[in-house]
Structures are given as C-alpha cells and as structure tokens.
C-alpha cells in the first residue's frame, strides 16, 4: 500500500531555513505531479509548490524565489527548500502525489499528521 511520510519541520526563527522531506513507499519517477501544501489551523489546505513529471516547477506567489521543490528518484523522495522563512509560512507541510489521473491524498480524505513549520522570534 502506497504511503507519504513527511519530516524536516521545526522551529526557526524569521529569515531561518528548513528542508522538508517527502518519502513515498513507491517509485515517483512516472508521476505526473508531486506537490507540496501547507495548512494553519482554522484555514483551508493551500498549495505551495509543484513538480511535474518533465522537471517543471510552479508555486504559489507567496513563495516564489523562497522555496525550491525538488526529487530524489533513486530514494523516492522529495523535498522543499526553505529559505528566508516567514512567519507567515507557519504551519502543517504535506506532500501529495498524482499518479495517473489518481491523487494519492484524495481531497477529503485524511491527510497524516505532515510536519509542522513554525517560524517565530
């Protein structure tokens, strides 16, 4: 059964850098997309980053020239660079996977527990 497990959050203070971590169970070099989301509590789940299949990155404008999204296919892993946090940028990261026409972590379904981001002085 294909599993997601995210790890690298912490605490750091503004300006601060994190990499977050993205292991899947299953190969990720067919994928159409990998993505990574955040979610505050009390706030709906936003996407932040992409990576599709060709090498193509996209991400939310909030982001752009901070974070950088990249793959490991030999560890079926990806990451996201974190740099010049915010406290705005606090909150739960997770992956997500579209493999096919089938997301991994369907909309309503549950998501895990991610890793949490706080970015605080």
């Known amino acids: 059964q294909e599993q997601l497990m995210e790890s690298g959050g912490g605490l750091v203070q503004p300006g601060g850098s994190l990499r977050l971590s993205c292991a899947a169970s299953?190969?990720?070099?067919?994928?159409?997309?990998l993505d990574w989301y955040r979610q505050a509590p009390g706030k709906q789940r936003e996407w932040v980053a992409r990576?599709?299949?060709?090498?193509?990155?996209g991400y939310t404008d909030s982001v752009r020239g901070r974070f950088t999204i990249s793959r490991d296919n030999a560890k079926n892993t990806v990451y996201l660079q974190m740099n010049n946090l915010k406290p705005e940028d606090t909150a739960v990261y997770y992956c997500n996977l579209l493999r096919g026409s089938t997301w991994l972590r369907g909309q309503n379904a549950y998501w895990g527990q991610g890793t949490q981001v706080t970015v605080s002085s």
């Open positions: 990576l599709f299949r060709s090498g193509t990155t």
């Open positions: 299953g190969s990720i070099s067919s994928i159409n997309f």
